[in-house]
Nanobody, 126 residues
């Protein structure tokens, strides 16, 4: 059974930083692309970032480039989302996800991910 467990969310002041972690189990982690998405109150869930399985290439939502950094540690079956210069508009529940099949192509599409965590809340105070 595949499990994705996010952690690291919390309350931070605007301009501050948080690092989210997502630990995966039940799959061959190193063979899967990983993604982060977020959902703010009253809004649809949106793409944040993704990282490939092969080379660790990354992709970010245009509005987040330069502030967010996604990395992975295949030895620990964990991905990390470093979030800097946080803004009130970054406040949301953040979800990590693993793609459907091994050796897939990195994607921004939610339908490309089959395994999801329960989410972790990020609150940014102004």
């Amino acid at each position: 059974q595949v499990q994705m467990v996010e952690s690291g969310g919390g309350l931070v002041q605007a301009g501050g930083s948080l690092r989210l972690s997502c630990a995966a189990s039940g799959l061959t982690f190193r063979n899967h692309c990983m993604g982060w998405f977020r959902q703010a109150p009253g809004k649809e869930r949106e793409f944040v970032a993704a990282i490939s399985w092969r080379s660790g290439n990354t992709d970010y939502a245009d509005s987040l480039k330069g502030r967010f950094t996604l990395s992975r540690d295949n030895a620990k079956n964990t991905v990390y989302l470093q979030m800097n210069s946080l803004k009130p508009e970054d406040m949301a529940v953040y979800y990590c996800a693993a793609d459907r099949t091994a050796w897939g192509t990195m994607t921004r599409e939610q339908r490309g991910y089959d395994y999801w965590g329960q989410g972790t809340q990020v609150t940014v105070s102004s």
